[in-house]
């Protein structure tokens, strides 16, 4: 079974506007990554943000965590068409360290 | 540096047949782990490799397997093909133990397609 979920599974905004998509999850975790996909290729790593940290920023992108309801958001701010993307968190299990990917939100962005 | 590669990109076979998939790993990564992607189950683990050693195995059958020769290069098979067997298969590398701890550098995939 996944481990973490992600919601909403599609998101459509207009370029400019902030695209938040959230993850949860159900075990205690080390790390949870998000990961973006495009198009069927592989996935490009975006930010890792560990157990003990509750924000964490690079560039456009804001990633909080929340182990308390086991939940992270990922925020874009002022999206690009380019940001049209399948969008993946991914956890480890602090009993074997495999990372466990959840379905993922596809966002558009439209021009 | 050159990234994750893997070979080849898109494959068709028919069912009752194997498979092997190439992953050639960022030079200097002794991890790679292989995935298999579907519209329908997402993203799974399959196995990890280290150091020409299994260390993490997913749920799959025993017709899914793999090996890691000393150059960090892996490869993946798959025996006696069955129809769900159709999806993306990613390969991922790193330059540890796979683990939340450090980022995983993914390849393109192989689009496997069986008939």
């Known amino acids: 079974s996944q481990q973490g979920e992600e919601d909403p599974q599609a998101l459509s905004i207009q370029e400019g506007e902030n695209a938040t998509m959230n993850c949860s999850y159900k075990?205690?975790?080390?790390?949870l990554q998000w990961y973006r996909q495009n198009s069927g290729r592989g996935l490009v790593h975006l930010i890792l943000?560990?157990?003990?940290?509750r924000e964490k920023h690079s560039g456009r992108l804001r990633v909080t965590l929340d182990t308390s309801k086991k939940s992270s958001s990922l925020l874009i701010t002022a999206s690009r068409a380019a940001d049209t993307a399948s969008y993946f968190c991914a956890t480890d299990s602090r009993v074997n360290y495999i990372p466990t990917f959840g379905r993922g939100t596809s966002l558009i962005v439209h021009p | 540096k050159a990234g994750v590669t893997q070979t080849p990109r898109y494959l068709i076979k028919t069912r009752g047949q194997q498979v092997t998939l190439s992953c050639s790993p960022i030079s200097g990564h002794r991890s790679v782990s292989w995935y298999q992607q579907t519209p329908g189950q997402g993203l799974q683990f399959l196995f990890e490799?280290?150091?020409?050693?299994?260390?993490n195995k997913g749920n799959f059958p025993g017709r899914f397997s793999g090996r890691q020769f000393s150059n960090s290069r892996s490869e993946m098979n798959v025996s006696t093909l069955e129809l769900g067997d159709s999806a993306l298969y990613l390969c991922a590398s790193s330059s540890t133990r796979v683990s939340g701890n450090n980022e995983q550098f993914f390849g393109p995939g192989t689009r496997l397609t069986v008939l």
């Open positions: 075990t205690s975790i080390n790390n």
């Open positions: 943000i560990r157990s003990n940290e």
């Open positions: 490799y280290f150091s020409e050693t299994q260390r």
